[in-house]
């Protein structure tokens, strides 16, 4: 636009575009530059990669789940004096029912299956302990 054909009290138009910066050659000498207004494709010696549609999966529950002894990690976390049992039968439990959601059997298999060997665990280790207290507090007791 010329500056003389500018209504009154208008801003000039910014100064035009130089291609020349100092201290940068104009292109990169290692890339190639493609031709033509419009180039598609890739550049000699790269090569094309293409790409599958991604594929969506979807789990149907379990028929027959596997128990997930969830009353009982609580139960075993509540009651028993070894709580950190409890509480990973409870991870184990919740692992099992989100496998049982997902139709992985053999997963929840190995999850039910840790989640019962961890709660009769903390039953276990429970019972002793108060075993223990209990003929603790009769022989101490009666010297």
């Known amino acids: 636009m010329d500056p003389s054909n500018q209504p009154p009290g208008a801003t000039p138009p910014p100064p035009a575009y130089q291609n020349k910066h100092a201290g940068y050659s104009p292109s990169f000498p290692s890339q190639p530059v493609p031709q033509g207004s419009y180039a598609q494709g890739p550049y ?56 049982n959601y997902s139709g992985q059997r053999a997963l929840a298999e190995k999850n039910s299956k840790m989640a019962r060997i961890l709660n009769h665990l903390a039953v276990a280790v429970g019972i002793t302990i108060f075993v223990l207290l209990i003929i603790s507090e009769f022989v101490l007791t009666e010297k």
């Open 44 to 99: 000699p010696g790269q090569t094309v990669v293409a790409m599958q549609p991604a594929v969506n999966l979807t789990f149907t529950p379990l028929a027959n789940p596997e128990p997930d002894y969830l009353c009982y990690s609580i139960f075993t976390m509540m009651c028993c004096c070894c709580s950190f049992l409890g509480i990973g039968a409870m991870v184990f439990s919740s692992f099992t029912r989100n496998a």
